[in-house]
Each structure stands twice: as C-alpha cells, then as structure tokens.
C-alpha cells in the first residue's frame, strides 16, 4: 500500500490554471494506477482522471480537453493541470492509489482504489 498526500490547492480566479500534485510513499508506486476524484460541496464525489501503470491517461468527457494527468515514476508523484478553471471545478481534489496492482481496466471507479490521500481544496472565484 501507499500513502497519499496531496498539494498545490487554493484560491483561483476563474480562467487561471492550477496544478495538484500527489507524493506518494510506500513501495511499488509504479505499480499502481493512479486517479484523481473531486466532492464538490453537497455533491458526490466524482472520476476525474486516471493515468495506468502503463502511464496511459483516462479522462471523462467533461475533463478531457481541461485536464491533464501525469506521473513522474522517480518522484512518486503524480500531477494534476487544470486550465480555465470555471467555478464549477470548486471542490476538494483527492489522489487515489488502485486497489490492484498492473491493473488494465479501462474504466476506473471508486470501488478500483484503495488508498486515498486527504484531500486538497480548490475554490474558484468569478
């Protein structure tokens, strides 16, 4: 298992950008498929992106041309960008480790990790 903590939070204006990062510590991070979810206030929490231990992206149709996942492997990081950000992205971010190791799903869900970082809150002003 890994442990998660997550940066790089904050106050934004709308149309400026950000990047989160993620360290994580434990063994074997290369491993692991790595994500990022989002809770916005009184709302679930949702898929953000997701980068395999094959270092291939996932997206959803509403991040893909905003959001971009990367990892470094010598880090143990993994990074969120996100540009334009519009006051809808206002929420805490959380990185997640998978549950699995080399897993080669094609859709990724909560129940797919297992290790959760504490969370790291942006708020976007107009």
């Known amino acids: 298992q890994v442990q998660l903590v997550e940066s790089g939070g904050g106050l934004v204006q709308a149309g400026g950008s950000l990047r989160l990062s993620c360290a994580a510590s434990g063994r074997a991070f290369s491993s692991y498929a790595m994500a990022w979810f989002r809770q916005a206030p009184g709302k679930e929490r949702e898929f953000v992106a997701a980068i395999s231990w094959r270092v291939q992206p996932f997206y959803t149709d509403s991040t893909k041309d905003r959001f971009t996942i990367s990892r470094d492997n010598v880090e143990n990081t993994v990074y969120l960008q996100v540009s334009f950000l519009k006051p809808e992205d206002t929420a805490v971010y959380y990185c997640?480790?998978?549950?699995?190791?080399?897993?080669?799903?094609?859709?990724?869900?909560?129940?797919?990790?297992?290790?959760w970082g504490q969370g790291t809150q942006v708020t976007v002003s107009t």
């Open positions: 997640a480790a998978s549950r699995e190791l080399y897993y080669d799903g094609t859709h990724y869900s909560e129940p797919d990790f297992a290790c």
